[in-house]
């Protein structure tokens, strides 16, 4: 999801030759920026383009719902603003679904449900090499909105290397510092998902990770996407969208959590009970 050059701090030149577009991102306005930038460079070609960092990332923050239950994956898709789903193998449990081929039929459902070009992370539960590459084939050829959850583990970044090699689309999953993070986007995984909840559980700061990993990333050039996961509540959905986070993945609940305000309601009391005066 982030693409072009970035070039965080201080202007600097370009290192390549980009015949028509070179994006610079930097903290100073545009005309300052074209001033500080050879006349030479101007003149072959280049266009600069000075973004904030917030711009730099080039496509609206994604909504997932965390879950395997079908009726909140339908209330999540009735709401309009359904990007995808993720699920992981205790959440199948937690609706009852066991066994391969129930798994398989309840992830086809899914894909339905969400409908088209809306990605449904489908986890693998092999932790060798050769039974995740087995099970994330299958999983992939199952619909085309599967991507292939992984675990963060040596075995697991290989097998992850091995999908982006065949273009199978990858969700690196179990993600508890910024190191794995980067080894995740190193095997070219599509997503990344830090778990923000289970890491506060332990008393440390979960949307510490999802800053450092949107720093790292944006400074090395990765494209793998940050997807904050083990999101618990509202409050978790906002600081992951100031922190970078370019997809969140959450309970059903957290996210019906975000339209509470007493004030709106109080607000539309009284102008339900104004209009009904008038
Ligand atoms: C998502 O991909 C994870 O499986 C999920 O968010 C974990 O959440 P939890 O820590 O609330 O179980």
Redesign the pocket.
Known sequence: MRKALCFMGKISRPPVKIPRLAVYLCGVPGDQLLQNLPRAEMQQGYVVVAVCPAYFKNSIMLFFV?TANLDHIREAAELGILDGV???P??MAKEGITGEKEVLKHYRSICEIVGKDRDV?A?VISTDFNGMVAEGKKLAELHENIVV?VPMIREGVKAIAHFTELGIRT?C??VFSAGQAILAAKAGASYV?P?I??ID?TGWDGMKLIKDIFEIYGTAGFETAI?A????NPLHIVQAAKAGADVV???LSAILGLFNHPLTDIGLEKFLADYKKG
């Open positions: 965390d993720t699920t992981n205790s959440l992370s986890e959850k969700n999953t179990l998902s778990f909840g289970r559980d997807l996961a083990s999101i618990r993945t959450c309970p």
